[in-house]
C-alpha cells in the first residue's frame, strides 16, 4: 500500500498504533513496526529517564522507524519530548499544545512530526508550526476524542489542510481503512483495536471484555481526568463523573502528579494555583484520573479503575496478534475496495 504517510514515515501500510499509556509499550510499539505498521510509544506517564529507557528498548526489539508521543499539557511532558529529540526518535507525535520548538528540533535531524487534534483550528495551527501530517481524532474515539465524528471531521480537515492527515476514532477493520482513505486521509490511527490484542499489555480480564461488550457500553465525560474523554461504562466510571473538586483536593492531589513525572511537589501545586481554580479542578481530576487510568488497564479493576475505550469496541469480539491484525486490514481494505467498485 502507498499512502503519503507510508513515504513519510518510511513504512509499509498506512496503520498507526496510538500513543496510549499503559498499553503503548516498546513491545506493542515492536509489534506494529515489525507487522509494517507505525507504533507511537506512549511517555504520557513515563518520568524522563524511563522515556530513554522505553525508547531504548524499542530499538533493542526492531530495526524499524517508530514514534513516541507527548501530552504537552501534562507537567512533564516538555522534559520527555526533549529526551525523545535527544534520542532522535524518528516519529515525534504531540498533542495538547504548541509544538512549533518539537517540529524546529526534530526537523533540524531529520525526523518527521505528527499533531494530534480534534478541530479545524488546532489542524490549522499545527500546520503553521511545522507539523508534517496530523492525527484527526472523532468522537468515537477511546480518551480524548473531540466533539464531532470522525466520519464528519475527517473530510472537514482533509480539506482545510495541506499535510496528509490520519484519521483516529472509530476504526479496527479494513472497511475502516478503506472508508478512511475515501475520505481523503492517508491512512489510521487506532488504539482500542490494538489495545485487545496478544502483546498489549493490559490486563486480561480487560481484552475480554473488550471483546463482549457494544457500543453502548462507552460514556463520554470530562468529569474522569478533567478534559472529555471516553470510556468504559463501569462502577468505577459512575463514581468519578459522581465526585466532586475543589481548588484545595487539586493540591493535595497534584502531589501525585508530581510523583508520576518525577518533579517536586511544591513547585507542581504551586503551579497548578497558578493556573487558576478552573484549570487547577481540571489538573486535580487528571491525577485522580491517571490512577483509575492505571487501575483499570492495568489491574482489570473496574470499581476502583476506569478503562478508556471507543465505540468501534462494538465490531471486535476477538484477540489477535498485532500481525494478525495488520493482515486482516490489509486484506480486508482491498475486498472493501473490489466491493465499492462493483458497487460504484
Ligand atoms: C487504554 C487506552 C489508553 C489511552 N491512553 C491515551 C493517552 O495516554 N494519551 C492519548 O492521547 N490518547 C490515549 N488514548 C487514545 C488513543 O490514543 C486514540 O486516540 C484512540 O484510541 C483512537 O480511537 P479508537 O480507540 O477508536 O481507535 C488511549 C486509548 C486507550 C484505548
Not at 507505525?38 to 514514534?67: N, S, V
Not at 464531532?148 to 489542510?161: E, F, K, R, Y
Not at 476477538?318 to 493482515?327: A, C
Amino acid at each position: 500500500m502507498k499512502t503519503k504517510i507510508t513515504k513519510l514515515f518510511g513504512v509499509r501500510y498506512p496503520i498507526v498504533l496510538s500513543g496510549m499509556s499503559w498499553i503503548s509499550t516498546p513491545e506493542l510499539v515492536a509489534a506494529v513496526a515489525n507487522a509494517g505498521g507505525l507504533g507511537i510509544l506512549a511517555t504520557g506517564i513515563l518520568k524522563p529517564e524511563e522515556t530513554r529507557e522505553y525508547i531504548r528498548r524499542t530499538r533493542k526489539l526492531t530495526k524499524l522507524p517508530f514514534g513516541a508521543n507527548v501530552t504537552l499539557y501534562f507537567p512533564g511532558a516538555e522534559q520527555n519530548a526533549k529526551i525523545i529529540i535527544e534520542e532522535k526518535v524518528p516519529v515525534v507525535n504531540y498533542a495538547l499544545g504548541k509544538g512549533d520548538w518539537i517540529c524546529t528540533a526534530v526537523h533540524a535531524y531529520g525526523g518527521t512530526v505528527i499533531a494530534t487534534v480534534t478541530t479545524m483550528k488546532h489542524s490549522l495551527a499545527a500546520q503553521r508550526d511545522g507539523a508534517d501530517a496530523l492525527i484527526v481524532t472523532g468522537h468515537e474515539a477511546a480518551g480524548h476524542g473531540g466533539e464531532v465524528t470522525s466520519l464528519v471531521l475527517v473530510p472537514i480537515i482533509v480539506d482545510g489542510v495541506k499535510i496528509p492527515v490520519i484519521a483516529a476514532g472509530g476504526f479496527a477493520d479494513g472497511r475502516g481503512l478503506a472508508a478512511a482513505l475515501a475520505l481523503g486521509a492517508d491512512g489510521i490511527s487506532m488504539g482500542t483495536r490494538f489495545m485487545n490484542s496478544v502483546e498489549s499489555p493490559i490486563h486480561a480480564s480487560q481484552k475480554m471484555k473488550s471483546s463482549e461488550i457494544d457500543a453502548y457500553d462507552t460514556v463520554y465525560t470530562d468529569k474522569v481526568d478533567g478534559l472529555h474523554a471516553r470510556v468504559m461504562k463501569s462502577r468505577g466510571a459512575a463514581r468519578l463523573i459522581r465526585k466532586r473538586m475543589n481548588p484545595i483536593k487539586a493540591a493535595f492531589l497534584s502531589r501525585r502528579i508530581a510523583n508520576i513525572v518525577g518533579l517536586p511537589w511544591l513547585k507542581v501545586a504551586v503551579g497548578i494555583l497558578l493556573m487558576g481554580p478552573k484549570k487547577a479542578m481540571q489538573m486535580a481530576r487528571m491525577a485522580s484520573g491517571f490512577f483509575a487510568f492505571r487501575a483499570g488497564t492495568i489491574h482489570g479493576d473496574n470499581d476502583a479503575g476506569v478503562l478508556p475505550i471507543g465505540q468501534i469496541t462494538g465490531i471486535i469480539h476477538d484477540t489477535p496478534t498485532v500481525k494478525q491484525i495488520i493482515e486482516r486490514i490489509v486484506k480486508e481494505a482491498k475486498e472493501a475496495q473490489k466491493v465499492i467498485a462493483s458497487k460504484l
